[in-house]
């Protein structure tokens, strides 16, 4: 019966809820009928209406001007302004070095998510464990994200300067100095570092709310029978806190791939030699610097398919590993 | 299902791709303003030092059109030019436009004026024009020289037995110079800040009279470059050698030429500096915390014998006049006034901008700006500057790598070379 089969294939609209419950599937094909048959236009119209303010709104707002990005992404730049040039502009950034250094530091960015995410999850887990002074530690830890991208920046900028105060500790033990923005191998994971720094009170606090929905007595039970702090994080704690872990892991990835700018700005400029470029930093360089708009809508683009094949990638290997718990 | 969203979208871009449209530039509407006011725009009339400069522009300009009101709109720099490209698309802009010499104005030179008929007058008072002609004709008058000379610390070449009033003119006494600097005060020869690939800049404008022989310059200059050449090599080799023989200042890759590199120098951590003649990192900066009399300036050290060392140096920043102003006579004889002898001298005195006016006195500057303005006259364009700005960018990543000794001087000319015919 297509009626029937039509009506199923929305089923997941519904279901994205509730889930793991299909069972609970409220009208069968045949309740449906005679509910339509019934259903006033009034009726129908509806839905169409409430949802109508939403809609308009990512229409207008988020997809039209993604078309229009797209759309000039195609077209030149300087003397070829307006002109079509079909995808020279993709040409000319895989043929860039720098762009292919972008991709590449995003790739790193996606290798060292993981520690990004653990760290707030620790220091979550310690929290609502109650470690002493733990207090002082929530306010302490979110603390910095509270702090401005380019005054994060500018206070380490001081701190890791070449004759700056980390150096000279450094120094008073006998290592030698380093420099830590003006080293091409150290200043990409300088900058992570700081932004994770920056950036974990966030997560932390969306952990420790996910820690207040965790079911107290699980823990208790865990305890009872003598499981030991790792087997009580990797037994309890985690298969728990799953769908947090998920939502901390997909803003995480997405703060790390567009909320850098002001970090790389202030403290490296995308130097040394380049290793530091974001693709949103070679974005605002082409755009505003060297006054090639359409091949930064072509960044744009390429940034944008990145972040939707990784976010899609990720939630569908967290989802894979929730099952398997 | 699945297949019925996908292919819509599949098409979409397809369709794009193919019929890709639309572009940055508007419909150009018919200019506005009114009768009997002009509007400016620039990014120095909102600060302190200038004020003076405007007064005395402004009242230059009464003098000639009473009655005419002259409103003066800053805008924060970083956005200027983006701001300024929207007001050209829509031809609704002001009536005179600060602009950077170089290729700031020439980029945007269709939507201006030429000036010379108005200014013709001024050709012999004014200098840095070059920077403000594109095609022979001139589009903005020029009001600062902007370059970049080699400023020394006076009192550390006292205190390690050197004569400061006649420092090194080959390349050969300046090492050795240096050398007993260090070794005497414990200050590095250069501060350099090469973040972000301004200290190349810099080095290549300011030293590069000392290499090129004065035709290779002037080929430079004219767009015949010829970057295979034993002097192009020498210049880049030169700056790799200044970091081996720990000459600079440390980690100049993590320093910012404005102002940390500055700032090494004003607290007498190095001896020498490359720095400007206008607006931030120039004498009147410096003199502040060296005092005037304690700042020496120098010409390039004679590198390659039988090159003539001299100033490098361009218009700094000029008034123009836009095409669609509706009097281009009176808008003319504001920017005029904006380049007069008057208001120039009152904006070297407050901001310690090195004039386009040469006729200025600056015996009061101390010997830094009386050397620099004694060398205008001999002065030529600044190397650096006839580069596009995508070849600047790729030198000062590369520059990077060779204080960092990951790429040789010949892989560095060469990728120069590409991007330089490229662009």
């Known amino acids: 019966m297509p009626n029937g089969e039509s009506l199923t294939s929305v089923r997941p609209v519904e279901a994205g809820r509730t889930d793991r419950a299909p069972q609970r599937r409220p009208l069968p094909p045949g309740g449906a009928s005679r509910r339509r048959r019934g259903g006033r236009r009034r009726e129908r119209l509806a839905p169409y209406i409430l949802l109508a303010p939403a809609v308009l709104i990512i229409v207008l707002l988020r997809l039209w001007p993604l078309v229009l990005g797209v759309n000039f992404s195609f077209t030149g730049d300087g003397d070829r302004d307006g002109t079509v040039v079909g995808l020279d502009n993709y040409r000319e950034l895989f043929a860039d070095p720098l762009f292919r250094g972008a991709l590449r530091n995003v790739g790193l960015l996606v290798l060292l998510l993981p520690v990004a995410v653990a ?139 567009t909320s850098m700018f002001g970090l790389l700005y202030v403290m490296t400029s995308g130097g040394p030699e380049g290793s530091t470029y974001l693709p949103e930093y070679y974005i605002w360089i082409q755009q505003g610097q060297m006054n090639r708009p359409a091949l930064a809508s072509a960044a744009s683009t390429v940034l944008f398919l990145v972040m939707l094949v990784v976010g899609l990638l990720q939630i569908s290997l967290l989802r894979r590993a929730v099952r398997e718990v | 299902m699945k297949q019925r969203a996908v292919w819509p979208a599949v098409l979409a871009v397809a369709a794009l791709a193919l019929g890709g449209c639309g572009s940055a530039s508007g419909t150009r509407s018919s200019p506005g303003g009114s009768e009997g006011k002009l509007v400016v725009w620039d990014w120095k009339s909102g600060e302190a030092a200038a004020a003076p400069y405007i007064e005395k522009a402004k009242a230059d300009f009464a003098r000639k059109h009473p009655g005419v009101t002259v409103e003066f709109v800053a805008q924060p720099y970083e956005q200027y030019y983006t701001l300024l490209g929207t007001a050209i698309q829509s031809g609704t802009g002001p009536d005179v436009i600060l602009f950077n010499g170089g290729g700031r104005i020439r980029d945007r030179a269709d939507a201006l004026l030429p000036l010379d008929e108005y200014v013709a007058e001024d050709r012999q008072r004014l200098g840095g024009w070059d920077a403000f002609t594109k095609d022979g004709k001139t589009y903005a008058a020029p009001v600062t020289l902007q370059g970049h000379p080699i400023y020394y610390n006076r009192t550390l070449y006292e205190k390690a037995g050197l004569d400061p009033a006649s420092p090194a003119t080959t390349w050969p006494e300046f090492i050795a110079d240096c ?131 001299s100033l490098a140096y361009d218009g700094g920043i000029g008034y123009g006049v836009a095409k669609w102003t509706k009097d281009p006579k009176m808008a003319a004889d504001l920017v005029r006034s904006l380049s007069s002898t008057d208001a120039l001298s009152a904006f070297y005195a407050q901001a310690g901008a090195i004039a386009s006016d040469t006729t200025i006195d600056v015996s009061q500057g101390g010997p830094a700006a009386a050397a620099i303005v004694a060398d205008i006259k001999t002065g030529k364009p600044a190397l650096h500057v006839a580069l596009s700005s995508q070849t600047l960018d790729l030198m000062g990543r590369l520059s990077q790598q060779l204080l960092s000794g990951s790429i040789t001087v010949d892989e560095v000319v060469k990728q120069l070379a590409a991007s330089d015919q490229a662009g």
């Open chain 1, 119 to 257: 760290i707030p999850g620790l220091l979550a887990t310690f929290i609502y464990l109650r470690v002493p002074g733990h207090r002082l530690y929530r306010s302490a830890y979110f603390f910095p994200a509270v702090l401005s991208p380019v005054i994060v920046g500018a206070i380490f900028n001081l701190l890791l300067a070449f004759d700056g105060p980390l150096n000279a500790v450094l120094g008073g033990v006998g290592i030698g100095p380093t420099d830590w923005l003006g080293d091409p191998d150290v200043a990409m994971f300088v900058v992570v570092g700081v932004h994770v720094w920056a950036t974990f009170g966030m997560g932390l606090v969306v952990f420790l709310a996910g820690f207040a929905t965790l079911d107290a007595s699980l823990l208790d039970a865990a305890r009872v029978d003598g499981a030991s702090l790792p087997q009580t994080i990797r037994h309890v704690i985690v298969p728990s806190l799953s769908r947090t872990i998920q939502f901390v892991f997909v803003t995480t990835m997405i703060g790390m791939l």
């Open chain 2, 179 to 309: 050398a007993t600097i260090t070794r005497k005060t414990g200050a590095k020869c250069f501060a350099l800040g090469n973040k972000e690939g301004y200290g190349i800049q810099f080095f290549l404008s300011a030293l590069g009279s000392g290499v090129f022989t004065p035709q290779q310059y002037d080929d430079w200059i004219a767009g015949k470059r010829d970057w295979s050449s034993p002097h192009v090599k020498r210049i880049f080799a030169l700056w790799k050698e200044t970091q081996d023989a720990k000459l600079n200042s440390d980690g100049p890759n993590s320093t910012a030429m404005f102002n940390d590199a500055f700032a090494v120098f004003q607290s007498a951590k190095a001896a020498h500096v490359i720095g400007l003649m206008s607006d931030v990192g120039h004498w009147k900066d410096f003199s502040e915390f060296l005092t005037a009399d304690k700042l020496g300036v120098m010409r390039a050290p004679v590198v390659v014998p039988g090159t003539t060392p």
